[in-house]
């Protein structure tokens, strides 16, 4: 079992939120383990466990190049240990990016295919050279989503304040996390900041979602995304710059600092009603920042 470490939820004072009588807290899931943080501990936990009571001894997942799922997916099986191999998307870079040099250094096999090839990662005929190569593996999808990682991210909203919040907001990826909170809180709209382009991330947790069971009300905004996965610019970097040096709280370029941007502007546009209390949800990736920065 991995170790986890409870997580505060931080007040967040400032003259945008102040102005538009708006109250913010963050919960930061970000310090509930050493490198297995944020969502990724909770989609993890049950497939690692599966993974062992079923008796394997490697587990195989995929990701791109910035991964925070490879990375974390390495450490926590390096702690449980368990053999880890990563299929990653793209030709491989030299040096190591802090990432995949991390992930390589916990003892994840890295294993590199083309673009075109990567798409194929869900495929039978994929899976069986995988299987031809590497022997027995348990695998774990990309981002980590799947049934398992759904008990987890719904369990994780049980540690969440009991005092209700009008809006829960988290950044999207593949939407495990989202469609576990979506039907495991018990209060608030939940709003997703999609750190991809393109629109088709609603669809994709409507796929997740049990629909026989009880739901909160949610929404995917994709007007964040600051051009696709893993881009920037320089709004997005100062923004993030600025909250670290005011809150002392560190945000991703990936994932968190799209959705701490988005909620800003939705405030300063009027979006959320004067009185209304959010929740925003750190879901680590920090890792990837110092890389981030670089190009």
Known sequence: MLSYRATPVIPISDDPLSAAG???????????????????????????????????????????????????????????????????????????????????????HLHYVSREAYRQKTDEDFHKTLHGQFGDFYTIPEGG???LALKGTREFATTFPTEPFDYICLPVGTGGTMAGIIQGAVYGEVIGFSALK????????????????????????DQY???????????LTTFIKNFQSKHNIPLDFVYTG??????????????????????????????????????
């Open 22 to 108: 708006i109250t913010l807290h963050v919960k930061r899931e970000d310090l509930n383990h050493p490198h297995v943080s944020g969502n990724k501990w909770w989609k993890l936990k049950y497939n690692l466990e599966a993974a062992k009571q079923q008796g394997h001894t490697t587990v195989l997942t995929f990701g791109g190049a910035y991964s925070n799922h490879l990375y974390a997916t390495a450490a926590a099986a390096h702690a449980l240990d368990l053999r880890s191999i990563g299929v990653v998307r793209g030709e491989r870079t030299a040096p190591l990016n802090t990432t995949l040099a991390f992930a390589q250094a916990a003892g994840m």
């Open 145 to 147: 989503t799947n049934t």
């Open 198 to 221: 393109g629109s088709f991330l609603t669809d994709e947790v409507k796929v997740l979602l049990d629909h026989d069971a009880p739901m909160r009300p949610w929404h995917i905004n």
């Open 225 to 235: 995304h600051m051009g696709g996965y893993a881009k920037t610019n320089d709004v």
């Open 258 to 295: 799209k959705m701490m941007w988005g909620i800003y502007d939705l405030v300063q546009q009027g979006c959320f009603a004067r009185g209304s209390r959010i929740l925003a949800i750190h879901t680590g990736g920090l890792q990837g920042n110092g890389d981030m920065l670089a190009q």
